[in-house]
């Protein structure tokens, strides 16, 4: 008898709930998340990559080994427009050389993501799938990470006003859990307004003028805070109001749905796509600007070449808007000293500077 | 007569001073860290306090910053601890109140502070890379047979400078190997490495910023006179040295102490209490989270370092 199909993922912030809940609608394979990001993660994964790779491919292929180590033993990678192109092809290879046995599939080959591709991937893990399901559960997962996008900006504008230590968060992990249980769209929607009103009713004690601060920058350091050392977590705790772009939402229609109507919005200062994100950082960068925010943050991980491609622009459209902005590289050796250090200066800066 | 206190401790040196309402320099003292914080804070609180009339002072805020300024604030019982940025930018401008750039050399990091209208506008911070900080300067002190001290002095003899390879202490560490070996003047190399000091910096440091008078040179580095005059020639115009610069950070969170609302009981006494700290890993989770634990005489008063609740020592 064949061993049991046990498919698993890597990790990126909470999207593990839909991706999980997919996976479980969709194909008879037991489903299994990787386990939590921790220090051992990123050091597993540091020790069997490439030292100069992109941090999130040592995040991904830490989360891997964890999740093979679990028993796992069909692996879903995505893919990119930059670098992260050549991720799934890399990790299949480290970690066959460490001589796990497993099924490798990667949902995005060429550059993006289309329905088409999509579905042969799916029908690869799982010849058995039905079309039918695979059209409305696509769907409904998709519904769901706009509704899990939709409460993450309203946690993120407010959440560092709580007046109860921890209320956001243990509300928002509630919602999750029921999210889970949900069988349609309907349920889902009323899941969704229930816990919207709840998140309303919270109660938060914010300033009209507190300080108010943008995330711009890649997109796996925007997503998963492990990997920026809790960065929202600490401009909460600043009490500041906080605006990230990036979500899984976002990549999936928003951007290309975008991208003429933002280059337009830019063209001043750059006239086409400059790989991954790089230009919607550019037109976020102004957006902040003209939206009147206080300060910007520009992440990425160490040597994130779109990004570094973007950063003199930035810079300039900084300079034309008088807008503070500071960046920040992860790495896994990154110090965490020298991050709090310069937060902590750039928010004396924006204190300041609003008198 | 209220007084507040100003503690800046750096990975190289110590500074503290004590200043009175109108922002007097009443006390101030410049001494080694010598990898030890705690140590060097009780010496520095000895030397402060023999500068004083105990009788007629009391001080009623305390400020820490620098590298350590978490571990100090909790054995001083700091009612401000502040980054090492900003403390040096209030200082600075307490003294220098039309100033636009700073420039900082420090043992360990080097950072650039722009200002205008006498507000921070943005600044940079080199934590990476150690060229062109004080303890790339000491240790080819060292290897040269020269005092760190003396080093100003000896770049200033120099009429032709050597070229140093500026963009990593590495090379520019094997680069200094060849030009000695090569025969080169000790004073051409010297200024060399002056000159090498100030171009990373302002390769690294100071890239992309707009760079305007009246500057001021601050931090260990700028004891250097040879540094000073190589930043002169590079940016064109005079780079203002304060003979307190080094006090500045300590200042800078005196300063701020002073303005906090929240005002603190001192005592020099704490100086003789018996501090200790701790490193534990906690072992709750596969975070392994380094939590350091700071004690005094025997009871834990505060504990760090721990990512999630698990490892909250504090509150258990």
Known sequence: MKPERIISFPHLGDYYIPIKFLLNKLTKLKVIESPPITKKTIELGSKYSPDFVCVPFKYNLGNFIETLENGANVLIQAGGGCRYGYYSEVQEKILKDLGYHFEFYTLVNSNRITPRSFYQTLKKIDPKISTFKMIYYSFLTILMIRYMDNIDDFIRKNIGFETKKNSFLDLKKEMLDSYTKCKGYLSLTKRYFYYKKRFKQLEINKPKDCLKVGIIGELYTSMEPFSSYFLEKELASMNIEIKRFTNVSYLLYQKSLQRRKNLRYIEKYCKYTIGADGMDNIYRAKYLIDQGYDGIIHIKPFGCTPEIGAIPIIRKVCQDGKMPIIYFSFDSQTSETGIKTRLEAFYDMLQIRKG | ?316
């Open chain 2, 1 to 316: 007569m209220n007084a507040y206190l100003g503690v800046d401790i750096g990975s190289i040196s110590t500074k503290g001073v004590i200043i009175d309402d109108s922002n007097h320099i009443l006390a101030s003292s410049y001494i080694w860290t010598q990898g030890n914080p705690m140590k060097a804070v009780k010496t520095l609180m000895h030397n402060l306090e023999k500068q004083i009339d105990k009788k007629k002072i009391h001080i009623i805020g305390v400020g820490t910053t620098g590298s350590a300024r978490k571990l100090i604030g909790t054995m001083l019982n700091a009612n401000v601890i502040k980054n090492e940025i900003t403390a040096h930018a209030v200082g600075t401008l307490s003294l220098y109140p039309n100033v636009k750039t700073i420039f900082e050399i420090g043992g360990q990091d080097s950072k650039i502070i722009l200002i205008e209208d006498g507000i921070v506008v943005d600044y940079a911070m080199n934590t990476l890379c150690a060229a062109g900080t004080g303890a790339f300067l000491s240790s080819q002190a060292s290897r040269l047979g020269v005092d760190v001290e003396d080093f100003g002095k000896i770049a200033l003899t120099s009429k032709n400078p050597t070229k140093i390879a500026a963009r990593c202490t590495v090379f520019a560490e094997s680069d200094l190997v060849h030009k000695v070996q090569m025969g080169y003047q000790k004073e051409d190399i010297i200024a060399g490495l002056c000159k090498s000091v100030v171009s990373n910096y302002l390769n690294n440091v100071g890239k992309g910023k707009k760079i305007k008078a009246p500057i001021i040179f601050q931090g260990g580095v700028s004891k250097n006179i040879g540094v000073k005059k190589a930043f002169e020639e590079e940016v064109g115009c005079e780079v203002i040295v304060d003979e307190n610069g080094h006090l500045m950070g300590a200042l800078g969170v005196a300063l701020l102490a002073k303005k906090s609302p929240i005002k603190t009981n001192f005592q020099f006494s704490i100086a003789d209490d018996n501090f200790e700290t701790k490193g534990i890993e906690c072992h709750k989770c596969s975070n392994h989270c380094e939590i350091i634990c700071v004690s005094r005489n025997k009871q834990l008063i505060d504990a760090w370092g721990n990512r999630c609740s698990n490892g909250d020592l504090m509150n258990r």
